[in-house]
């Protein structure tokens, strides 16, 4: 039985291809690739080789053993020396003949606590045009040991733009708990443990419903009449409600 010649013609396509790809591996894959799993074997030997220029924390403790029992029951304990102060080897093996970088700019702190909306809950960030402008951050914050010389509320650590908004706002006198239903939990691991929003238009109605026992001067609304479908998240921002 004589093929089809398109199924001839497919099968010259693949001899081809496979052959192609057994030239490519021949001359473009590294004789070492595969020795130690999906990884060119010989890369461990060009790193061997290159100048050492990190000296690590235990060197760096051996002789600076006050600063490092300070930092490593700081906020910085994590950190190795040498992100701050660069590659100090050479430091380590003549102190004398190089002095490792102690720089007060500014910008240091911020390559880690400049504000970005995609660093982690919690992680502490400042937006530095207001954040005390001009000013040197070792001036209020030793690195070895940064707390700051008041630490904000439990909220306001974290949620510092939405505290700031707040404050300037008709809710300012009001808990963040009072609308948040917060697992004490939350603020040991945030993201595990997430504070509770109300989603019931019936949750505003408890201050601002026409019968609700709360002051005269705070505004009132027919619930069953005001801002019909709509949740009053929608059109009024929580933390600055104003009237739209």
């Known amino acids: 039985m004589k093929l089809p010649d398109q199924v001839l013609r ?3 396509v693949f001899i081809i291809a496979i052959a192609a790809l057994i030239v490519a591996r021949q001359l473009f ?3 070492t690739f595969g020795k130690l799993g999906h990884y060119r074997a010989a890369a461990l030997d060009s790193a061997a080789a290159r100048p050492i220029r990190f000296a690590g924390l235990p060197a760096c403790i051996e002789c600076h053993s006050e600063v490092g029992a300070t ?5 910085h304990r994590g950190l190795s020396c040498e992100v701050c102060h660069g590659a100090a080897n ?10 490792p970088l102690a720089s007060k700019a500014r910008d240091n702190c911020l390559h880690c606590h400049d504000y970005q909306p995609s660093r ?9 045009r207001i954040h005390n402008p001009m000013q040197a951050c070792v001036s209020c914050h030793n690195p070895h040991d940064p707390t700051p010389p008041s630490v904000p509320g439990p909220c306001s650590a974290c949620h510092a733009t939405i505290a700031r908004t707040k404050s300037l706002s008709p809710h ?8 948040h239903e917060t697992p004490a939990e939350h603020k040991e691991n945030p993201r595990a443990y997430l504070p509770r929003k109300p989603v019931e238009r019936e949750f505003c109605g408890r201050c601002h419903a026409q019968d609700a026992p709360s002051p005269s001067e705070i505004p009132r609304v027919d619930l069953a009449t ?12 929580p933390h600055n409600p104003e009237r739209q």
Do not use: N
């Open 10 to 12: 497919l099968a010259v």
């Open 29 to 31: 894959v590294p004789a």
């Open 71 to 75: 930092k490593s029951k700081s906020y």
């Open 90 to 99: 050479d430091h380590a093996i003549d102190p004398s003949s190089r002095q």
């Open 120 to 128: 982690p809950t919690g992680f502490p960030q400042v937006i530095e």
């Open 172 to 179: 300012y006198s009001l808990d963040c708990e009072t609308c």
């Open 226 to 237: 005001h801002g019909g479908r709509y949740l009053c998240w929608q059109c009024h921002y």
